[in-house]
């Protein structure tokens, strides 16, 4: 129903830069959040960044101040601004989307209906 495409990941030195793109297509929410998450090899999927659908953003403290969202809503486009890379943000990054509701954190993986099928992200030292 809906599909999202990430795009933009690749090999970065660390305090590089990278933006990563999440398209949709098919059938959209009208009131719904983008999310972004990485999983590194062995570990948890960990939430980076969310924006819900009225604009407000947020962000784990480890990206907070280097990473920023942004969506583009008549192209159907979310965006993750990456600066000030580390060897430790090295990933598989991966888009969501959620439908709004009252009781959602956005933070957790579980809360998502969709999924894009991930960028690779790699910062060395």
């Known amino acids: 129903q809906v599909q999202l495409v990430e795009s933009g990941g690749g090999l970065v030195q660390a305090g590089g830069s990278l933006r990563l793109s999440c398209a949709a297509s098919?059938?959209?929410?009208?009131?719904?959040?983008m999310g972004w998450f990485r999983q590194a090899p062995g570990k948890e999927r960990e939430f980076v960044a969310a924006m819900r659908w009225r604009g407000t953003s947020f962000y784990a403290d480890s990206v907070k101040g280097r990473f920023t969202v942004s969506r583009d809503s008549a192209k159907n486009v979310f965006y993750l601004q990456m600066n000030s890379l580390k060897p430790e943000d090295t990933a598989v990054y991966y888009c969501?989307?959620?439908?709004?509701?009252?009781?959602?954190?956005?933070?957790?993986?579980?809360?998502?209906?969709?999924w894009g099928q991930g960028t690779q992200v790699t910062v060395s030292s």
């Open positions: 098919g059938r959209t929410f009208s009131n719904y959040a």
């Open positions: 969501a989307s959620a439908r709004e509701w009252s009781t959602r954190t956005y933070r957790d993986p579980v809360e998502y209906d969709y």
